[in-house]
Every structure is written in C-alpha cells, then in structure tokens.
C-alpha cells in the first residue's frame, strides 16, 4: 500500500519529537547508571560525567552487603503492591463504577464526598493518632498498605473513562436481569482495561515509591519496604560524612553521592520491567465494537 | 443551592464525628495527666518515708522492658552491643531496653508524632536542637525532680554538674538529664601543608594569614575553590572569627534567631543585635569582596556539601571545623592523602571560646512512661559505670576496641559496626568515663589546653527562651536567617551598605524588636532570679 | 409519587450500588473526615496534655505568621502562577506524545520510547536536584564548561531569578511526560475505533482526524484533569521546589511558593497549629477556586461537572 502523503509528514515529525524527548528523558538515567559506579570523592571534584574518572561499585556493594535483607526488602514491596494494587483497583473501579450509573441519584453528592477531601485534609498529627492508635496499625504491613488504597484523583478519573462505554450495554444487560455487582464485574471490568491498567499502574507505582508510611508506621528492620530500606542506607551515609565526630576517630569517606544514584537504579530496575506487561493492555479496538458483536 | 446543602451536610457530619473523637480523646489525656502527677508526686512521700525506713530497696521484683527512641540509624552490631548491656542491666535492675532508632532524614517529623500519638515509651533522646524546648513546653516529657534523683539516681545526684540542672530547666522544671560533659565551641582551620609551602606561608596565625593564603590559592591554583563554604551547616563560620570571638560574643539559644549576647560580660545579659553594629557592616563588605575575589564558588548558597567534606575529596584547599571533628578528619587525610601536609591551626584568638550547653545532649523521660523509676535506674548505671559507658560508646572490648596501656582508645576493625562514639550514646556522655582515642592532630593538647585557660561561661547560656509570646515572629525570623542573611554573610551582595541596612529593615518588618523585647525581659527577670 | 424522590426509594431501588460504593465512603471517611477534626488545630494551641480538643483557642493568632511577614501575597502568587504554568505546558506535551505514539505504526518503537520515558519519574527529586547544581554551578558546572569551551562567558544562574522560572517549568515537564502521556494514551484508546474507519472511507487525512476526531474526544479527560488539579492549584511540590532550588536567597522572590515558604519558616518550631493555620488557607482557596471552575463548566456542559 502506498504511503499517504500526510501519513509520511506525521509519521516523520512525530518520531523527531519522540526520538528528542526520549532522548532527554534516557541521558539523565544514563548519568546515574555511571555516576552510580563513580568514586564519592569524584563526582563532588567533576561532576557526573557519562565516563566515570573514577570507577568504584562501593555504592553497590554497601547495598549489597547483606542480600537477605536487601530481598526481604524486595520481598515486602512486592507482596505490598501487588495486594495493594489489586485491591485498590478493584474498589476503585467498583466505586468509579458507581458514580458513573446515570440512575443513582446521589452520585453527585457522592463526588462531591470524596473530592472534598482532596482539597482540606486535618494534618498529620490526626491522621497519624487515627492509624496508630485507634487502626492500630504501628509495625503492620497494613500500614504500608491500606494509607495508599483509595485515591479520589483515581477514583475520578476512573469514572471519566467509563463515560465512553455506552448506556445502551448496561440497559440490554439490565433488561437481561443482570444486577449491577454482576455488569460491574462481566461487563465493565473486561471493557475498561486501558483504564483498569492505567490506574493500576498508577497505584502500583505509589505503593512502589512509598517510603513515607514506613518511615512513619514501621520501626522493625525486617519490614522496611525497598525504598525504606535504601533510604536508610542513605541517611546512614550522609550522616557519617557529614557529622562532627567529637572523639577523633577517623572517618571513612562514604559513597554518600554515587549512593544516591545507585538507588536509583537498584530500586527502578525491576519496575520498569513491570511496564511492557502493563502495555499489553494498551491496544486499540478492543473496545466496544468487541463487545457489540 | 444544591451545593451548599451538600457542603452543610458535610460539615454537619463532621462535626458530629469530631464530638465522638472528642469522646474518645478525653480519655487519653487525663491519663497522661494521671501519670504525670502519679510520678512526680510518688518519689516526694517516698524519701520523706526513707527517715522511717533507711535501708528500704526500691523494688525491683517486676522486670521490665525499657523503650528507648534514639536519633540516628542502628549500627549493624548495635543489637548485639546492646544484648550484652541488657545482661548487665538484666542483672542490676532488672530490666532490660529495647531501641528504635529515628534516622536523621525523618526525625524531624516523627519525633512529635511519637509524642502526639500517647505513645508509652520510656526514654528518647533530647537536646536544646532537637525539640527539648517544644516538647517540654506542649507536656510531652516527664518532669524529674532532685528528689527522683536522690532515690533512684544517687550517683547522677552526686556528679551531675550543678550548671547543666540549671540548663535543663524550662519555667523553673527540669525534663532532662543532660549529658555531663564539657566541650568548647571552637574553630580551627584545616589546610594543606604543601601549599603554604609552594606561596611562602609559613604559619596561620590569624584571619590576616588565613586571606593570604586563600588569595594565593585563589590566584594560582585554578582546579582548587580556596574555601568551599555554604552549606547551611557552615555558612556563618567566618563570622564567628571575624566578628563574634574578637568581641567575646556567642550566639543565644536558638541560634537561627541570629541574637547574640557578650560571654566576656558577666553581669548583664544584654542581647546583641548583630546586624545593626558597624562590625558586621564591614564584615558584610569584607565577605562581598572574598566573595568576588573568588575565595569560594559563585554557587555557594546552594551548595549542600561541607567545607570539610569537600576538602577531603581534594575539591577545596581549607575547611573550618571545630576540633574534634579535624582530630578525625586528620587522621583519614594524613592516611588518604599524604602529599598534601595537611597542617591545623587556632583560629580562635584566645577570645570568644564559650563552653557549649550541657542541654545539647541530654535524655528525656516520655510523660506516658510506665517505669520512670527504672528508666532513671538505667540512666544512672550508664551515666557513671565505667563499663556501662564504655560498652555503649565504644562497643564490645576485643571485638571492636581495646584499650592501650594509657587508658586510649584504639578502635579494631570491627569498630565500622560499632562507630566509635557514634551510636547516640551522647546523651548520657560524662567527662570522667570518656576516653580518648590515640592519634590525631599533633598540637591537639597545645589547642585544647591553650583555649581551656580561656574557655568562658555566661549564666546566659543556662537560660531557655519561651518563644510562646511571639512564635510567629520566630517563624518569620528563622526565614530570614536561612534566606537573606545567609546571602549577606557569603558576600553576594552587590552594595553591602545598602543591602544591610535593607536586611535591618527586613528584621523589624519580621518582627524582630518583638523578640528581642520579650526575650531581654526573660532574661533580666532569668538573672535577676539568679541574684 | 413524592415518595419517588425520597431516600430510601433510592436506597431501596440502588441497593446494591450503595452497597458497592460503601467500602469507599468508610475508607474516606476513616482515614480522611475524622481527622479532619484537626483543622481546629489551625485556632488552638496544640499541647499534649490537652490534644487536640482541649488545648486553648488562640484564635487567629496561627495564621498571623504566614501574613505578617509581607510575603504571603508574592508566594501565594508565585504559586498559582507556577501551577497555571505547569498545567498548560505539562498536558500540551503530554497530549502531544499521546496522539503521536498512538497514531505511529512501529510497535517496538512505540513500546520502548513509551519505557524510556517513564525513567523521569523515577528519579528522585535529591537526585534532579544534584544534576542541576552540576549543570550550573559557576565553575565546574557543565553548561559554563561548554560555554568556556566556546570561548563565550559564563553564566550565573544562580544569582539569575527569572532563569528558574523556565529551569522549574522544564524540569516538571521532563518529569511528568512519560507519566502524563499513558493517561492520555489510555483515553485516546477508548474511542470507539469505528468513528476513525469511517473517516477513512471519507478520505481525511490524519491531522483532520486528529483534529475532528480525537482532540474532541480527549476533551472530558483534559476537563477533568484540569478540574483535579484546579484542587491542589494552591499546593506545590515541595520536593521539588526545594531540591531543584535550594535556600538560594537571591532568587527565593521568583521561586518561593507557599509550601516552601511554610516549611521553612516552621521546619525549627514544629508548631502543628501554625501548620494547620497555612493549610487551611491553601484549602480555603483552593475551595473557592474549584467551587468558582466546576460551576463554569456545568453552565457550558453539565457532563463534564466533577460534582
């Protein structure tokens, strides 16, 4: 088939952006992959450079330095998104789908519910009394998990999507003699997944990146999700490096910048391999006409 | 009008739920009230009943578990550092402790949380920088009083430092035992050796010195920033040689408030407004010309590395620090970088050395504590047992330190597990069980003892400010010190005088002569109470 | 039939759907309306004997810190403005790599341009922070490198207030464009692909269809988007503002926005109701703000309404 003129003008101008984008987008994580395996007294005397001066993997071995504990850290952000985002996807999508059902007369009213708490919030100090003390949730993985459940921004944005799927489906299914619990989940489910995986990849990625509620609710090691855990490691850096050590022993200089950016990779890695499988969802047309038929 | 009935529903609904939280909070705080009074009122009839019977034991029969917050993160031997100490303390009092550790990224925020929580932990680490004020004015610690000491602390009773009680007290109460331990507010300069060599610097005695050589450093050695300040650590370092130790002047707790008293001038406690005398006029002139001069980089006031760090890594040519801290930093760069010749001297003047506030290491005990006697008892014992003290500063003997024949510290390989001194162990840190470490800065002894014949205090320095009158001019005040003045004090100022006098202005627009108002006021009626 | 209209009709006739939207209404309750009691926080002086319900009342005197210093104008500006700014620019791109990668024929290309994209928001604030003071510290940083090079001046960006105006509003947009895009991507694959065979049969070329077809579609989605941002308008990145620009004094008047402004000044105080005091006034607007926009959209087209 003969290319089309406007096809070729598209096609040419459109990978020109992406490729530029792109590229932006790839140097930097470039210059973390090499910074990572610089010297610390390197990257502070020359910056990141994309060929190291100085090559040292101390940054990795410190991580490194005790594999069970760096897996038990994986393990726990893992296990922790996974139930989290099936979970929040599914009560996301079963509310999502129930502010979008023209004939509940109070969607609006429940819209505005959930939207009212994106915008005032009590702070911290309450929230943190609520989980600790009466959801006693201090040193449980609910901590990690339950705080990143529910988000209004999804739930919304999960209800715009469903507007695209046609009244007529839910009233042929209704006339049927199908109840709302069984459309929401034989018909709207399998009709959404760009949506479903787009919000799913959406809480997947919170939970991954949640360093915050460990921080706050976890104070036993073994529990420290990967972010934690790498963060702490961190922390321990900077502090040897820059403290005032009164008694007079020498200090080590620690890897406290290529540590930074080795965490970088060691915590997107595998993350990013997660992302083809949620592209999978993303073809075109599978949509209605697949459904009608 | 929908969305105003909506609006109204939600806040109804709100407010019925806040009566029901009110319902259940009620509890919680009588509670800690209870406590509160419970603890500070038992230890009273006790030593009053202690004429009747002398010899009575404190009961220890229960064992107890000891929660313990400390700053900083667990050494990876820590926990079996620590199961040695619970033997011990299995032994002595019966009970043992159990630490969570706050790291330096996140205490900041989970420090009042564990507080606002009723959490009933038993000790946490304090310090005049690390909320003591605040969380003692808001009732989260325990008051201890003399007589607590006396029964469950004797030893503590006998060798606390009768300057650091008085420190510890907020509005007459005392929520702490400080660290027992004096250490000198003093700065030297770090450079290298080679270098004075190489431009004909034979010594650094003073300011002067320290500009030539920094000048030829800036001159000549292109690859080198002579002094990489900026840092928020240690952007006001050259003030305090430029214009605090000539004057005898220290900064008044807390130090962002940028107010100042004279440690020379004992009998009065008048506050110095540094800003507005002449001396910082023409230290803010001086800055802007080091500044341009290229004495240290155009990016300063961002610059988020110390100029010790970055000295060390061979980016700069000299680094301030107190020390202490160049003790360590010497040793590693003597070993790391030999060539360099790296040479300390006393930046100090015999003037201006304070001895810095017991209250800046100290151990709190939680209002909602349980076993405040025990805690006490705990603190007692690692307060003034030299083997107490030695396994929690230095870890466990012949695995990560040993000791020579002088009684010096010499840290094992082990030591990375169990940093030396390094462990948050500094609250409950005495001068007569620390030990030093061997090696070192050659002339560390010759400082050291130089600035001891010096070294000053000030009753000021025991007084603790309650900024509850006017913390919304503190608010604004602590914005300033980190923003404009800090560009001030690095020299980025285009006309000094002019942009001075503006900073002046800023100050009293934030509210300043509030502050200084009710704090002269605390601390006049501090001294006079004194007299 | 008054009856009709009461609520437990409705109760009655939704049943199940009260019952499937129940487990959110308890969560967001739970962990969002209870303690929302703590805004009282903002009029209270907060101790722990008395907590939250029974410390004193001090009524306005939290909020007197935010509004005293004769900042609270220029960062509440600096705000909105910087959100506006995001907003526009960060969906414009966002849309754009959407449409193109979903009209592009290249599979693989399309996939692993989709990937590498996404490398952005997974790197931490610290760390973009550290990449800009490398590119422009004065004298080592990268771009003086390469200017010296040249044989041109140096810049000083750091002593340059308006030059962070454009480095913050690119640094968001490289950050959120990978991110931002599957959003979009998601919606553009929900239109119904038989709207596009027939504008084929009648021969449009494919801007045409970009332009007749899916930039209407995309409507709804960029209406609600805006809406949910509109919320937050008066929030601002905190991470961001201070990792990228740091404590610079010399251009905090371009750059401060209230969450940075607030952060610092009470980062020593740890004063939970002069925290309070700055949120509810970044809500309180926020509400007005959002009130004012869903009320416009409805006059133009109801269906859009967030609520």
Same mark, same amino acid.
């Given at each position: 088939?003969?290319?089309?003129?406007?096809?070729?003008?598209?096609?040419?101008?459109?990978?020109?952006?992406?490729?530029?984008?792109?590229?932006?987008?790839?140097?930097?994580?470039?210059?973390?992959?090499?910074?990572?395996?610089?010297?610390?007294?390197?990257?502070?005397?020359?910056?990141?450079?994309?060929?190291?001066?100085?090559?040292?993997?101390?940054?990795?071995?410190?991580?490194?330095?005790?594999?069970?504990?760096?897996?038990?850290?994986?393990?726990?952000?893992?296990?922790?998104?996974?139930?989290?985002?099936?979970?929040?996807?599914?009560?996301?999508?079963?509310?999502?789908?129930?502010?979008?059902?023209?004939?509940?007369?109070?969607?609006?009213?429940?819209?505005?519910?959930?939207?009212?708490?994106?915008?005032?919030?009590?702070?911290? @100090? /309450?929230?943190?009394? %609520?989980?600790?003390?009466?959801? &006693?949730?201090?040193? +449980?993985?609910? $901590?990690?998990?339950?705080?990143?459940?529910?988000?209004?921004?999804?739930?919304?944005?999960?209800?715009?999507?469903?507007?695209?799927?046609?009244?007529?489906?839910?009233?042929?299914?209704?006339?049927?003699?199908?109840?709302?619990?069984?459309?929401?989940?034989?018909?709207?489910?399998?009709?959404?997944?760009?949506?479903?995986?787009?919000?799913?990849?959406?809480?997947?990625?919170?939970?991954?990146?949640?360093?915050?509620?460990?921080?706050?609710?976890?104070?036993?090691?073994?529990?420290?999700?990967?972010?934690?855990?790498?963060?702490?490691?961190?922390?321990?850096?900077?502090?040897?490096?820059?403290?005032?050590?009164?008694?007079? @022993? /020498?200090?080590?200089? %620690?890897?406290?910048?290529?540590? &930074?950016?080795?965490? +970088?990779?060691? $915590?997107?890695?595998?993350?990013?391999?997660?992302?083809?499988?949620?592209?999978?969802?993303?073809?075109?047309?599978?949509?209605?006409?697949?459904?009608?038929? | 009008?929908?969305?105003?009935?909506?609006?109204?529903?939600?806040?109804?609904?709100?407010?019925?739920?806040?009566?029901?939280?009110?319902?259940?909070?009620?509890?919680?705080?009588?509670?800690?009230?209870?406590?509160?009074?419970?603890?500070?009122?038992?230890?009273?009839?006790?030593?009053?009943?202690?004429?009747?019977?002398?010899?009575?034991?404190?009961?220890?029969?229960?064992?107890?578990?000891?929660?313990?917050?400390?700053?900083?993160?667990?050494?990876?031997?820590?926990?079996?550092?620590?199961?040695?100490?619970?033997?011990?303390?299995?032994?002595?009092?019966?009970?043992?402790?159990?630490?969570?550790?706050?790291?330096?990224?996140?205490?900041?925020?989970?420090?009042?949380?564990?507080?606002?929580?009723?959490?009933?932990?038993?000790?946490?680490?304090?310090?005049?920088?690390?909320?003591?004020?605040?969380?003692?004015?808001?009732?989260?610690?325990?008051?201890?009083?003399?007589?607590?000491?006396?029964?469950?602390?004797?030893?503590?009773?006998?060798?606390?430092?009768?300057?650091?009680?008085?420190?510890?007290?907020?509005?007459?109460?005392?929520?702490?035992?400080?660290?027992?331990?004096?250490?000198?507010?003093?700065?030297?300069?770090?450079?290298?050796?080679?270098?004075?060599?190489?431009?004909?610097?034979?010594?650094?005695?003073?300011?002067?010195?320290?500009?030539?050589?920094?000048?030829?450093?800036?001159?000549?050695?292109?690859?080198?920033?002579?002094?990489?300040?900026?840092?928020?650590?240690?952007?006001?370092?050259?003030?305090?040689?430029?214009?605090?130790?000539?004057?005898?002047?220290?900064?008044?707790?807390?130090?962002?408030?940028?107010?100042?008293?004279?440690?020379?001038?004992?009998?009065?406690?008048?506050?110095?407004?540094?800003?507005?005398?002449?001396?910082?006029?023409?230290?803010?002139?001086?800055?802007?010309?080091?500044?341009?001069?290229?004495?240290?980089?155009?990016?300063?006031?961002?610059?988020?590395?110390?100029?010790?760090?970055?000295?060390?890594?061979?980016?700069?040519?000299?680094?301030?620090?107190?020390?202490?801290?160049?003790?360590?930093?010497?040793?590693?760069?003597?070993?790391?970088?030999?060539?360099?010749?790296?040479?300390?001297?006393?930046?100090?003047?015999?003037?201006?050395?304070?001895?810095?506030?017991?209250?800046?290491?100290?151990?709190?005990?939680?209002?909602?504590?349980?076993?405040?006697?025990?805690?006490?008892?705990?603190?007692?014992?690692?307060?003034?047992?030299?083997?107490?003290?030695?396994?929690?500063?230095?870890?466990?003997?012949?695995?990560?330190?040993?000791?020579?024949?002088?009684?010096?510290?010499?840290?094992?390989?082990?030591?990375?597990?169990?940093?030396?001194?390094?462990?948050?162990?500094?609250?409950?840190?005495?001068?007569?069980?620390?030990?030093?470490?061997?090696?070192?800065?050659?002339?560390?002894?010759?400082?050291?003892?130089?600035?001891?014949?010096?070294?000053?205090?000030?009753?000021?320095?025991?007084?603790?400010?309650?900024?509850?009158?006017?913390?919304?001019?503190?608010?604004?005040?602590?914005?300033?010190?980190?923003?404009?003045?800090?560009?001030?004090?690095?020299?980025?100022?285009?006309?000094?005088?002019?942009?001075?006098?503006?900073?002046?202005?800023?100050?009293?627009?934030?509210?300043?002569?509030?502050?200084?108002?009710?704090?002269?006021?605390?601390?006049?009626?501090?001294?006079?109470?004194?007299? | 039939?008054?009856?009709?209209?009461?609520?437990?009709?409705?109760?009655?006739?939704?049943?199940?759907?009260?019952?499937?939207?129940?487990?959110?209404?308890?969560?967001?309750?739970?962990?969002?309306?209870?303690?929302?009691?703590?805004?009282?926080?903002?009029?209270?002086?907060?101790?722990?004997?008395?907590?939250?319900?029974?410390?004193?009342?001090?009524?306005?005197?939290?909020?007197?810190?935010?509004?005293?210093?004769?900042?609270?104008?220029?960062?509440?500006?600096?705000?909105?403005?910087?959100?506006?700014?995001?907003?526009?620019?960060?969906?414009?791109?966002?849309?754009?790599?959407?449409?193109?990668?979903?009209?592009?024929?290249?599979?693989?290309?399309?996939?692993?341009?989709?990937?590498?994209?996404?490398?952005?928001?997974?790197?931490?604030?610290?760390?973009?922070?550290?990449?800009?003071?490398?590119?422009?510290?004065?004298?080592?940083?990268?771009?003086?490198?390469?200017?010296?090079?040249?044989?041109?001046?140096?810049?000083?960006?750091?002593?340059?207030?308006?030059?962070?105006?454009?480095?913050?509003?690119?640094?968001?947009?490289?950050?959120?464009?990978?991110?931002?895009?599957?959003?979009?991507?998601?919606?553009?694959?929900?239109?119904?692909?038989?709207?596009?065979?027939?504008?084929?049969?009648?021969?449009?070329?494919?801007?045409?269809?970009?332009?007749?077809?899916?930039?209407?579609?995309?409507?709804?989605?960029?209406?609600?988007?805006?809406?949910?941002?509109?919320?937050?308008?008066?929030?601002?990145?905190?991470?961001?503002?201070?990792?990228?620009?740091?404590?610079?004094?010399?251009?905090?008047?371009?750059?401060?926005?209230?969450?940075?402004?607030?952060?610092?000044?009470?980062?020593?105080?740890?004063?939970?109701?002069?925290?309070?005091?700055?949120?509810?006034?970044?809500?309180?607007?926020?509400?007005?703000?959002?009130?004012?926009?869903?009320?416009?959209?409805?006059?133009?087209?109801?269906?859009?309404?967030?609520?």
């Amino acid at each position: 088939m003969k290319i089309r003129k406007d096809r070729l003008v598209f096609n040419i101008l459109g990978v020109v952006v992406i490729l530029l984008i792109t590229l932006f987008c790839v140097l930097p994580f470039l210059l973390i992959l090499t910074g990572s395996i610089t010297s610390q007294g390197s990257i502070l005397r020359d910056g990141y450079r994309f060929i190291p001066k100085e090559i040292s993997f101390q940054a990795y071995q410190i991580i490194f330095e005790s594999p069970d504990m760096l897996l038990k850290a994986y393990g726990v952000t893992i296990m922790v998104t996974v139930i989290g985002t099936l979970t929040g996807l599914f009560f996301t999508a079963m509310t999502a789908y129930v502010l979008n059902s023209k004939d509940f007369k109070y969607r609006n009213h429940f819209s505005f519910y959930f939207y009212f708490t994106t915008i005032f919030g009590g702070g911290l @100090v /309450p929230w943190y009394i %609520m989980m600790v003390k009466y959801l &006693k949730m201090k040193d +449980t993985y609910m $901590a990690l998990i339950f705080p990143l459940l529910m988000n209004v921004i999804y739930i919304l944005i999960k209800r715009n999507f469903m507007k695209s799927i046609p009244d007529a489906i839910f009233e042929s299914a209704k006339l049927d003699g199908a109840g709302d619990f069984t459309i929401f989940l034989r018909l709207v489910l399998p009709l959404s997944k760009p949506s479903l995986a787009t919000i799913g990849l959406f809480i997947a990625l919170n939970y991954w990146n949640d360093w915050y509620n460990a921080m706050l609710f976890v104070d036993k090691q073994s529990m420290f999700p990967l972010q934690y855990f790498l963060y702490q490691i961190l922390s321990k850096l900077d502090f040897i490096n820059q403290t005032a050590s009164r008694s007079g @022993v /020498p200090v080590p200089q %620690m890897p406290s910048e290529p540590m &930074k950016l080795a965490m +970088t990779v060691v $915590a997107t890695g595998p993350i990013v391999l997660l992302y083809p499988f949620v592209q999978k969802y993303f073809v075109k047309g599978i949509t209605v006409g697949a459904v009608k038929g | 009008m929908r969305k105003v009935r909506a609006i109204c529903l939600v806040m109804a609904m709100l407010m019925l739920f806040s009566a029901i939280l009110a319902g259940c909070g009620q509890e919680k705080p009588a509670a800690g009230d209870d406590n509160k009074q419970v603890a500070s009122q038992s230890p009273t009839p006790a030593s009053n009943s202690d004429n009747s019977q002398k010899e009575e034991k404190i009961d220890i029969s229960k064992e107890v578990t000891l929660k313990m917050y400390l700053l900083g993160d667990m050494a990876k031997d820590f926990n079996l550092v620590y199961g040695e100490l619970n033997k011990m303390l299995k032994e002595d009092i019966n009970a043992t402790v159990e630490v969570s550790f706050m790291g330096w990224g996140d205490y900041t925020q989970k420090y009042p949380l564990v507080f606002a929580s009723g959490d009933d932990f038993d000790l946490i680490y304090t310090a005049n920088w690390a909320f003591y004020n605040s969380q003692a004015t808001k009732g989260g610690f325990l008051e201890i009083t003399k007589d607590m000491l006396k029964k469950y602390a004797p030893r503590t009773y006998e060798s606390m430092y009768e300057e650091a009680w008085e420190q510890a007290k907020v509005n007459g109460k005392v929520y702490m035992l400080p660290m027992n331990y004096k250490e000198l507010n003093a700065y030297v300069y770090m450079v290298r050796g080679d270098l004075m060599a190489k431009y004909g610097i034979s010594e650094i005695k003073n300011q002067d010195d320290f500009e030539k050589y920094l000048d030829a450093v800036a001159k000549n050695e292109k690859h080198l920033i002579p002094l990489d300040i900026g840092s928020d650590m240690d952007f006001d370092t050259l003030l305090r040689f430029e214009v605090l130790a000539p004057q005898n002047l220290d900064y008044l707790e807390p130090q962002q408030l940028n107010h100042f008293f004279n440690l020379a001038d004992k009998s009065s406690g008048k506050i110095v407004n540094i800003i507005e005398t002449p001396e910082f006029l023409e230290f803010a002139k001086k800055m802007k010309e080091w500044k341009d001069k290229g004495y240290w980089s155009k990016s300063a006031l961002v610059n988020k590395v110390s100029s010790k760090e970055s000295f060390i890594n061979g980016k700069s040519a000299s680094a301030i620090m107190n020390l202490s801290t160049a003790n360590g930093t010497y040793t590693s760069v003597v070993a790391s970088h030999p060539e360099w010749d790296v040479k300390v001297f006393d930046g100090m003047n015999g003037k201006g050395i304070p001895i810095k506030p017991y209250i800046q290491n100290g151990m709190g005990i939680n209002a909602n504590s349980k076993n405040p006697e025990r805690a006490l008892m705990f603190l007692d014992l690692v307060k003034n047992e030299q083997r107490y003290a030695d396994l929690v500063t230095y870890g466990i003997k012949g695995v990560h330190y040993d000791l020579t024949p002088e009684g010096y510290v010499v840290p094992l390989e082990n030591s990375a597990n169990y940093p030396i001194d390094g462990n948050c162990n500094w609250g409950w840190r005495d001068d007569r069980l620390f030990r030093q470490v061997q090696g070192g800065i050659p002339n560390y002894n010759e400082i050291r003892s130089n600035w001891e014949k010096v070294a000053l205090t000030h009753p000021v320095q025991n007084f603790t400010f309650d900024d509850s009158k006017v913390k919304n001019e503190v608010a604004t005040v602590t914005n300033l010190w980190k923003t404009d003045f800090k560009v001030v004090v690095l020299g980025f100022t285009n006309d000094p005088e002019a942009e001075v006098a503006k900073l002046i202005e800023k100050y009293k627009t934030a509210g300043n002569d509030a502050i200084i108002a009710e704090q002269q006021a605390q601390i006049d009626a501090y001294l006079n109470s004194l007299k | 039939m008054k009856k009709k209209n009461g609520i437990l009709y409705e109760l009655n006739k939704n049943k199940v759907k009260f019952l499937m939207i129940m487990p959110a209404v308890l969560y967001f309750f739970i962990m969002c309306y209870v303690p929302m009691t703590g805004i009282v926080l903002a009029f209270k002086n907060y101790t722990y004997t008395g907590g939250i319900f029974k410390s004193p009342w001090v009524g306005f005197n939290n909020f007197k810190f935010f509004f005293n210093s004769g900042k609270a104008f220029l960062v509440t500006k600096n705000t909105i403005l910087y959100n506006i700014a995001f907003l526009i620019i960060n969906n414009f791109l966002q849309i754009t790599v959407a449409i193109i990668l979903s009209e592009l024929a290249g599979k693989c290309f399309k996939k692993i341009s989709q990937s590498l994209m996404f490398l952005p928001y997974f790197i931490s604030w610290v760390v973009v922070g550290a990449f800009i003071y490398n590119l422009f510290n004065y004298e080592f940083g990268a771009v003086n490198t390469l200017l010296n090079s040249m044989g041109m001046e140096p810049i000083d960006v750091y002593s340059n207030p308006s030059a962070w105006k454009y480095i913050l509003v690119a640094v968001s947009a490289w950050k959120w464009v990978g991110y931002g895009s599957v959003l979009y991507l998601a919606a553009i694959l929900g239109i119904d692909s038989e709207i596009y065979e027939a504008a084929d049969i009648d021969g449009a070329n494919i801007f045409k269809k970009i332009w007749h077809i899916t930039l209407p579609s995309l409507k709804a989605t960029v209406i609600i988007l805006l809406l949910l941002s509109l919320g937050n308008i008066m929030k601002g990145d905190f991470q961001m503002f201070y990792q990228v620009v740091g404590n610079n004094g010399l251009v905090l008047d371009a750059t401060d926005v209230i969450d940075t402004y607030v952060v610092r000044s009470l980062m020593d105080l740890q004063e939970f109701g002069m925290t309070a005091a700055a949120g509810l006034y970044q809500s309180v607007l926020s509400l007005f703000i959002i009130l004012g926009a869903n009320k416009l959209i409805k006059i133009i087209d109801n269906d859009y309404a967030l609520f």
